[in-house]
C-alpha cells in the first residue's frame, strides 16, 4: 500500500538521523532519559506484542514508573513449571551501563526471536523474562543532567532522598549468621514480611516496591547490574566477622560460583585474567576467572543481592560491568558487545538444577512446601502450583519435599549441567498414612479373627 | 500490451475527453483513427441500420451455439488450431475483405464455453465478479479458450464477420480476455500493427455494445462478468443509447442515465474496492489483496468505495427510490469502472499516478456541475465535513506520494498498510519509532502466520487488543494519553 511505504521512506530517514549514535542492524546505541526509556520499552512492546508485556511495580520517590519489560510466550501469567528470571539495573543512578544494556537486550530479544532465532525462541517460551532498566530513574536523571562528559562518581547514585538503595534492603545476613551458629531457618528469614515492609519507615519506595516485586513473583535466578569495575559478585556480600574483607561463602557456593562463571566467561573484558584493574590501586586479588565473593571483594550490608537469596528462593549476583561509571555514549556500542552473550547466557542458567511439581495424592498442588537438598543447608520452596526449581551443580544428591501435615519424601537424582532434571513428589498426608495403617490393623484384624475364630 | 491500453485510452478518452482536458497524456482518438485502415473507417462512417445489425449478431450467435456441440480437444489442440486460423484471419485483414452481411459464423468446435445467456453470468456470486485486477493481466486462463477465423464452409472471414465474431465470443463468456489473446497473437505474428489493433478494439467494442443492448431488451438484468477494462470502457463510452455510433461527452452520458430509463442493465457486482486506493494508489499490487478483503466486505451496492466521490454519491443518494434502482446499479458500475480503469492504466504505467488521481478527481468534480446543470438541483450541501476532509487529506497524500508511489512498485508484495504519516504532526520521531514498530510486527505476523499455514492473522482481534493494552497502559501511567492515541490511530488504520 501507498503510505506503508512512505512510512518505510519516513521510517528510513528517522532511523538514519538517529544512528549518529552506531547501530546494529536495528538497534541504536545512545543514552536513554526516563521518557526516552520508557518510549524504547514501548516500542519493543509494539513490536512484539505477542511477547512482550510492560507493567511497572511503583514509583520512584519523584514519581517516576518502575518499569519492567516482561518477555514471555505468555506475557502476564506464570505458567505452572515456567522458571521466572529477572534483570534490575542502575539501582545506582550514575551507573548507567547496565540500564542502556537493558534496553538494548529488550531490542535484541525482539528482534532475534522475529528472526526466528531459535536459541532466543526457546527461552522466550520456556522462561518469564523480566527485565528492569532502572530501579533508581531519579538518581540516573541526575546524574545524567551533568553537563560535560565527565561524571562524577557520586552524583546520581542514591535515591532521590539521598539513600544508597544498595545499602537499604533489611539486613538478613546477620540473622542468617546467627541461625547458622545458634539453629534456625536457612532460608525465607524475613517474618511478617508485608508487616515489616509496609510499617518500615526506612525504606525506600523504589527498595519497598522491588520487594512486594520479589514477593508476588517467585523468581529462580536474578542478576543486579552495576557500574564501576569489571566483575561477577557472588553472595555473601557481608562478611560473618565483620571485617571488611573476608571469604563469605554460602551454602550454594558451588552453584554461585557456576552462575557467576557462566556471565563472565563470554564477556571477553571480566574473565581477562591479565586484564589491569580499573584504577590504579584497586585491590582486584578476590578476583579469579572474572568472578569474585561478595565479602572477599568488600563488605556490603543491606545489599538486594543476599536479600533476595535470604528472603525467598531467588538467586541473585551483582555484575559490575564497567570501570567507568557513566561512559561516553560512543563507547555503549562496545559494551553491548561484550555483554550479549554473557546477558543471553546467564537466563539460559536458570535452566539447571532439578525442578518439578509437589502434589499430594490426589493430584493437588502443595504450595509452599519444603524442597531440601542433603548437604546445601539452604531450603527452597514450592509455588502456589506446586512448582518448584532447584538449581544445582552436576552431581548426585538427595531431594526431598516436606510439607506440614504430610510425610516426607526422598528422592536420589543425578544432576548433569544442563537442562533442568524433572523430579516430582507426591506427598502424603499424614491423615492418609494413619487411614491406611488403621486399615491394614483391621484387615489383620479380621484376618486373625477369621482364622482364629473369634 | 501497451497497445491494448492505448486502445483502451481511445476508448476511454472519447468518453471523457471534456472532463480531462488538462490530462494531455491521455491519447486523443482522432489521431488514433484516421490512421486506421479503410476497411474499418468504412464500417464505421456508414450507418447500418439497426435491425441489420441485430440480425447479424443473432446469427452469429446462433452459430456459436450449434457450433457448441462439437466440441473438446485439449488446450493446444485448440491453441495450434488457433495458430492456423489467425494466419487465416491475417488473409482476411489483409485482403481489406469488404463489409458485407455475414452468413454462420461459427465459432469452431473446440470452443468450450457454454454461451447461454441465462446461465450462470446471472448466477455467478459475488465474490467472483468484477476484478479487473486479479483476472484482466491473466493471460495464461484463456489458453483454452480457442477462437477461429473460418466459417463452417472453409471460406475465410470478412473483417466485419472477425469483429463480430470476436464480440460475440467476448460477450458469451464475458471474457474481455478472448480479444486480447487475438490481438496479442496477432501482433506478436506481426501481422496487425499496434493502430490497427486500436482500430480492431474500437470494433469489437461496438459490436459488443450492440449485442449487449440487444440482449438487454431481452433479459432485465444480465451480469456482464468482463473482467476486463475494454468491455466497461465499451460499456461505458455507449452509455445507455444503443445507437450511438459516435462519443459523447460524459455530461451527456450521466445526462442520458440521468433522464432515461436505464436499460443497458449492466450490473457489475463489482465488490472489490479499497477507499484509499482512490487517490491515485494505483501502481500498487495489493490490490489483490485488497480486492479480496473488498468481497469479503461487499457493502450494500459497494457504495463504500465510492465515497471518495463525494458528489458522485449524493448523485446517488439521490437515486434512491425505486425506480431509480437500476440507473443506480448502472453508474455504480460505471463508476466503478472508470475508477478501475485509471488504476489499470497507472498500474501499467500509461498515465502517471499524478494525472490518474488529478483525473479522478476531476470527475467528481464534473459530476457535480452537471448534475447541477441537468437536473437543475445541487446534490446537497457543498460541503460535508467527512467526506470532503477525507478526500483533502487524501488529496494532499496522494499527491505529495504519488512520486514515491512510482519507485515502490516492485515492493508491491507486502500489503501492509499504515497510517500514513503526514497526518501525524506534533510527535514525528517518537510516531516513526512506534509506526517502525507496529510495521515490523505485522510484517512478523504475516509471515509466521504464513510459515504455519494458519489464513490471514485475525488483525481485528490484534487490533482490539491492542486497544486493550494501551488503554490500561494509559491507566498505569506507562504510556502518555497522546502517544496512546497514536497507537490507536495507526492500528485502527491497517
Redesign the interface.
Known sequence: ???????????AA??ALVSSAGTEGEISFEYHRYEEL??AL????????TIT????IGESFEGR?L?VLEMSDNPGTHEPGEPEFKYIANMHGNEAVGRELLIYLAQYLCNQY?QGNETIIDLVHNTRIHLMPSMNPDGFEKAASQPGEIKDWFVGRSNAQGVDLNRNFPDLDRIIYINEREGGANNHLLQNMKKAVDENTKLAPETKAVIHWIMDIPFVLSANLHGGDVVANYPYDETRTGSTHEYSASPDDVMFKSLAKAYSIYNPVMSDQQRKPCRKNDDDSSFKDGITNGGAWYSVPGGMQDFNYLSSNCFEITLELSCDKFPNEDTLKSYWEQNRNSLVSYIEQVHRGVKGFVRDLQGNPISNASISVEGIDHDITTAKDGDYWRLLAPGNYKVAATAPGYLTVIKKVAVPFTPATRVDFELESLMERKEEEREELMDWWKMMSETLNF | MASKYAGLFVLFQLLALSVVSQISAFPTPTAASTDDKPVYNRQLTEERPVQEQIAEADSVKAAVQSAESRRPSSTKDSESQQDLDDLTVLKSLADEQKSKESTEVPIKKDMQYVPDESDSTKSRRLAEDYDSTKNGMDYGKYQDDPESFRQVDGTPLTAEDIVQKIANKIYEEDDRGVFDRIVSKLLKLGLITDSQAETLEYQVAEALQDLITKNAKNNEIEDIESNDQETRGEQDDKGSDTNLDTWEPPRRRYNDEEEEEENDDVVEDEVDRDA?EE?G?TG?N?WDK?TEEGNEVRPEDGLQDLQYFPNFYRLLRSLDSEQDTQERETLITIMKTLIDFVKMMVKYGTITPEEGVSYLENLDAMIAMQTKNKLGKSLGPPDVPGPNGKILDEDD??K??AA??Q??YE?LK?????????TETNQ???S??????????IE?LKKHDKEEGKDDYDLSK?KD??DQ?VDS?IE????AKD?GDT?KRIYS?L
Open positions: 500500500m501507498k503510505p506503508f511505504f512512505a512510512v518505510v521512506l519516513l521510517g528517522a532511523v520508557r518510549k514501548v516500542s519493543v512492546w509494539l513490536q512484539c506484542p508485556r510492560i507493567y511497572t514508573e518499569l522475529q | 484509499e487517490e494508489d500498487d495489493t485488497d497524500n496522494t505529495a506520494e514515491k508511489m519507485k515502490e515492493n507486502d500489503s501492509t498498510k499504515e497510517e500514513q504519516p503526514s514525528p520521531g517518537k516513526e519509532t512506534y509506526l517502525e514498530a507496529i510495521r515490523k510486527n512478523w490484534l487488543f491492542m493494552q497502559y498505569k501511567g506507562i504510556i502517544e497507537i488504520s
